[in-house]
């Protein structure tokens, strides 16, 4: 699919407090240097493993991409649906090589080729930790119990088997198979740890420690708590070879707060150079359960302030984007205290009517696409609702910068094409008829989507570095495009900053990047942001970009939640568009898009948080042109679903700037 815009052109334009511009209507100037270099030898990366350090070293900071959440064979759900890839598969198709995704042939290989266009930076396998068990005794024949009932069932796979295992950590009080782990359930204690070793073998072994520094593999693995099946999930990422024995999953920790304080007793705390984070992800399954400000039933204010704090430790970053949805924001819930914003219709997994609103409560089911839906699943209001918490407790435990990842199934990290998606889970969705199908009882058919990525600003390519940009928050989420962004805060920047080729440098001397704070501010802040398209790969050139928006946050003196959405550069109406018909795009959009913002409705005295929002000329979805490929009068039904878009538009998000007010 080859986009036919005219040829990308670049505008300047003042608007009201706004300076954009670009590259032609400049005059002695230049194009911002959004990959601007400096001498390697200023740079000091703390390291804490021993590695060479990296040739590319940068102290503004080079541009990385990954995804930090793919499963494997190793986990219950993939294995089910006849995926045999393992970790050692997935970090070497990240780092471009060809693998083979089920329908597996008669000697167990796989039969459909994938391959990336382009290679990723950086990765991590996250299978899910409560099986690691049960799946590696059920595969072995020389286990004792290969041969038991949930053992010939796992074998079996399809899609019962695989619910009744995800079914188990739906309760409060999860016990595992007794047929596999035994009356106690410690039969299994021996095979996790195994596996556990195994996927850190498979790290290793991927991650580049070279000075060259081509790639870097995270040790990792996916809590799994789902109580009342509303999703509580995590990503567990360690920072260096200095992990724990074995994971922490929801049978040890049915619990968030659980999970952190034993992360933080068996690693932070544990004094052997162990460093981690907890990555929350599919708030937009959660019934409100996973961002919701509640401590519990019994917990005082002091013991209020020790989760909050050990949250706000633990946790700075969570997905906004993966192949289970858009997580930005979702018009028509109560208490968002904003207009209706059109971006908001991207790539949602429920479309109830009328919309199911938890309004002040929680609900359950989410994982069911059942129960109430919450303006806590949604990002942009969590990072209000942190503000409101700040005020009240003194420390903000939603301070959350944005990545995207894809939570394949398939052992393919970094797929996100919409042209080349094969799908999320084996079997489950290899047929067409599948893939634009229902779904099943874990996964959704052509509501999910390719998947997005995680961009990381950080001084080179090692696990210390972006570990610690991952902590600084940043960091930025994509739907899967591979747009260039930067965004800064400060007191002041130069009016004529998007004329300078210098903008990133006086980005960091005068202010903060994104994941930054300002405070103690007596005038408004000023903001630049700054924007390169995607270019692409030879045979899938990258979309030009539309537009870029500042998405403001706050609370009112009432304490609800408000917001407002401000235009910053690029077309207002959009001037491109997409033939659903044919895939074709016609209309002009822009390589670069560039502005200097300052806040019109700004008050010194009110906490605030602002965050970027970039999209790109409209594409095609995945499932458009596949529902093209049948005859009109044999398309699967789900094809003619108004609720899926033909035509959608790529986008990034930004993590975000918070502006505090002087403390009193």
């Not at 944005?402 to 999320?424: C, K, R, V």
């Amino acid at each position: 699919m080859k986009h036919t815009l005219h040829p990308v052109v670049a505008t300047c334009c003042f608007l009201l407090l706004i300076s954009a511009c670009s590259t032609d209507d400049n005059p002695g100037g230049g194009t911002p240097n959004l990959h601007l270099k400096g001498n390697p030898t200023d740079v000091a990366v703390a390291y804490t493993e021993e590695r060479n350090p990296c040739t590319q070293r940068n102290p503004y900071r080079n541009l990385y991409f990954g995804d930090l959440h793919a499963h494997t064979t190793a986990s219950f759900d993939a294995y089910g649906y006849d995926v045999r890839l393992g970790a050692e598969d997935a970090y070497a198709f990240a780092q471009g090589q060809e693998v083979l995704l089920p329908p597996l042939d008669e000697t167990g290989r796989g039969t459909r080729p994938q391959k990336l266009s382009r290679p990723l930076d950086f990765a991590m396998v996250s299978d899910h930790s409560e099986y690691f068990g049960e799946v590696s005794l059920c595969r072995d024949p020389q286990s004792p119990v290969y041969e038991s009932d949930t053992c010939q069932k796992l074998r079996e796979g399809g899609t019962g088997i695989v619910a009744k295992f995800g079914m188990r950590y739906t309760h409060s009080s999860p016990s595992r198979f007794k047929d596999i782990c035994g009356e106690d359930g410690h039969g299994c204690d021996d095979a996790i740890k195994e596996v556990w070793q195994r996927l850190i073998g498979a790290s290793q072994d991927a991650y580049d420690r070279t000075e060259t520094c081509a790639f870097t593999a995270f040790i990792g693995y996916e809590y799994t708590s789902t109580l009342s099946a509303a999703n509580l999930h995590r990503n567990i990422l360690f920072r260096n070879d200095e992990v724990i024995d074995a994971p922490v999953s929801y049978y040890e920790a049915p619990r968030p707060d659980q999970l952190w304080q034993q992360l933080d007793e068996q690693c932070l705390q544990a004094g052997f150079g162990c460093d981690v984070l907890s990555i929350p992800h599919n708030s937009n399954w959660s019934n409100g359960t996973l961002f919701v400000p509640q401590y519990g039933e019994d917990a005082d204010p002091e013991e209020e302030l020790r989760i909050a704090e050990l949250r706000a430790k633990l946790e700075p970053v969570a997905e906004i984007f993966q192949h289970k949805g858009d997580m930005e924001c979702m018009n028509g819930l109560s208490g968002t205290g904003g207009a209706y914003d059109p971006y908001c219709e991207n790539e949602k997994i429920r479309f109830d009517d009328p919309l199911s609103d938890c309004g002040d409560d929680t609900g359950a089911g989410g994982v069911s696409d059942i129960g109430c839906i919450s303006r806590y699943d949604f990002l942009r209001n969590v990072l209000k609702s942190g503000l409101r918490e700040q005020q009240r407790l003194g420390v903000n435990p939603f301070r959350l910068g944005f990545i995207g990842s894809t939570d394949t199934h398939n052992a393919i990290p970094g797929s996100t094409e919409e042209q080349t998606f094969l799908g999320h889970v084996g079997i489950s969705d290899a047929e067409a008829e599948d893939i634009l199908g229902n779904g099943n009882a874990t996964h959704r058919g052509i509501v999910n989507n390719p998947g997005g990525l995680a961009a990381v600003w950080a001084m080179e390519n090692s696990r210390d570095a972006i570990f610690e940009a991952l902590q600084r928050r940043e960091v930025y989420g994509t739907s899967g495009t591979r747009i260039a962004l930067r965004f800064y805060g400060a007191d002041t920047f130069d009016e004529a900053i998007c004329n300078r080729t210098n903008l990133v440098k006086q980005g960091y001397r005068q202010g903060v990047p994104m994941g930054g704070d300002l405070q103690n501010l007596s005038h408004a802040p000023v903001f630049v942001a700054a924007a390169d398209m995607d270019p692409g790969a030879d045979e899938l050139p990258g979309s030009p970009l539309e537009r870029m928006q500042i998405v403001k946050g706050w609370v009112d003196a009432e304490g609800n939640l408000r917001e407002k959405i401000y235009h910053l550069a690029g077309d207002e109406q959009a001037v491109a568009s997409a033939d659903d018909a044919t895939c074709l795009t016609t209309g002009e959009g822009y390589e670069h898009l560039c502005a200097r913002w300052q806040d019109p409705d700004f008050d010194p005295d009110v906490p605030a948080v602002y965050y970027v929002r970039v999209l790109e000329t409209p594409v095609c979805r995945w499932s458009t042109p596949l529902c093209n490929s049948f005859e009109e009068d044999d398309r699967p039904p789900r094809c003619a679903d108004p609720n899926i878009r033909r035509i959608i538009q790529e986008r990034a998000w930004s993590s975000a700037i918070w502006y505090q007010p002087p403390a009193e």
